[in-house]
């Protein structure tokens, strides 16, 4: 039996998935969670084979619960479902450590494919993945800004985007503020950008944040 969790801060999106998985008899949602806090925990206290997880979240931004609960189980894979297309975050979190990355748009039929190869110790590269990793190799050089940022910049640039300060940011990502800003003036300057409210503009435009 596969063992899954759903992270998902909509009720229904929790129950329509919960309903779904459970017609497949090698598959049974363990437990769910709505926000950051609460994956971790889940992931804590549930022996997991497959994480089910949104990107959206009301706490902490889905890359920064990616690192927490592959930090608590790193054995565990980790779907990420999300609204967001597949170009703006899927290569960046296959980095980080996510198994997967589906649009929720996707057949149904998609997950339960992915969850079992996920469990089963692959990870399930979609076609539209696999097509945004074979443009990053063949073009390096027509990469968006924040395309060229590192995983920790990245992180860091949407905390600012969301217009977290520097305190903020260090309490939630365990980094000293003097780093956080060594990494802002880094990330400001590989995207010719000047100001936070640049940041901001720039995330919304390219749908990197609601």
């Known amino acids: 039996m596969i063992e899954i969790g759903i992270v998902d801060d909509h009720a229904m999106v929790r129950a329509g998935l919960r309903q779904f998985l459970s017609e497949e008899t090698d598959l049974r949602v363990a437990g769910e969670a709505s926000n950051g806090r609460e994956a971790v925990d889940l992931v804590r206290e549930k022996a997991l084979d497959v994480l089910i997880m949104d990107l959206s ?10 690192a927490l609960v592959l930090a608590k189980a790193p054995d565990m894979g980790v779907l990420i479902l999300s609204s967001y297309p597949a170009e703006q975050y899927a290569v960046s979190l296959i980095r980080q450590g996510a198994s997967g990355y589906l649009s929720k748009d996707c057949d149904p039929a998609e997950i339960v494919e992915a969850v079992r190869s996920i469990a089963a110790g692959r990870r399930y590269i979609s076609r539209s993945v696999a097509d945004l990793l074979a443009q990053q190799l063949n073009a390096p050089g027509e990469k968006l800004p924040h395309e060229l ?15 977290k300060t520097a305190t903020e940011i260090s309490e939630a990502l ?5 780093t956080v800003s060594t990494y802002r003036s880094r990330l400001m300057e590989k995207m010719a950008l000047s100001s936070n409210s640049d940041l901001t503009y720039y995330a919304l435009k390219n749908k990197l944040i609601d």
């Not at 979240?57 to 990616?66: F, R, Y």
């Open 57 to 66: 979240m009301p706490d902490k931004s889905g890359m920064d619960v990616l």
């Open 149 to 163: 940022l590192s995983d920790r910049e990245m992180q860091v640039f949407l905390q600012l985007a969301k217009g």
């Open 174 to 178: 365990a980094l000293s503020v003097k």
